[in-house]
């Protein structure tokens, strides 16, 4: 069993930058597939970023893209997203997953972490 615990999440300007991360335990992840995706009140969970198990591949909600970077270390079992120039409507609880494939659709992962609260004021 996968457990995920997102890091780093808080409440900054807009226009300015935070790194989340998300450390797993109980089983090494270097061989998942991992994701990032959000979450607002009453909206759907919406993919943000995925890196494939080898770091070789890395895919970007469009919204992202240019201001955010999915990066991971196998060895300490830790995947980061690098958020710079954030914006208001980057306002959402920021959950990390993990999948045994490669996919940006939150029903192929199959482990979750409890999510991290990222707040961009205008």
């Known amino acids: 069993q996968v457990q995920l615990v997102e890091s780093g999440g808080g409440l900054v300007q807009a226009g300015g930058s935070l790194r989340l991360s998300c450390t797993a335990s109980g089983h090494t992840v270097s061989h998942f597939g991992m994701g990032w995706f959000r979450q607002s009140p009453g909206k759907e969970r919406d993919f943000v970023a995925a890196?494939?198990?080898?770091?070789?591949?890395?895919n970007y909600a469009r919204s992202v893209k240019s201001r955010f970077t999915i990066s991971r270390d196998n060895a300490k079992n830790t995947v980061y997203l690098e958020m710079n120039s954030l914006k208001p409507e980057d306002t959402a609880v920021y959950y990390c997953?993990?999948?045994?494939?490669?996919?940006?659709?939150?029903?192929?992962?199959?482990?979750w972490g409890q999510g991290t609260q990222v707040t961009v004021s205008s």
């Open positions: 997953a993990a999948t045994k494939t490669w996919s940006s659709y939150h029903w192929d992962y199959d482990y």
């Open positions: 890196i494939s198990w080898n770091d070789a591949l890395a």
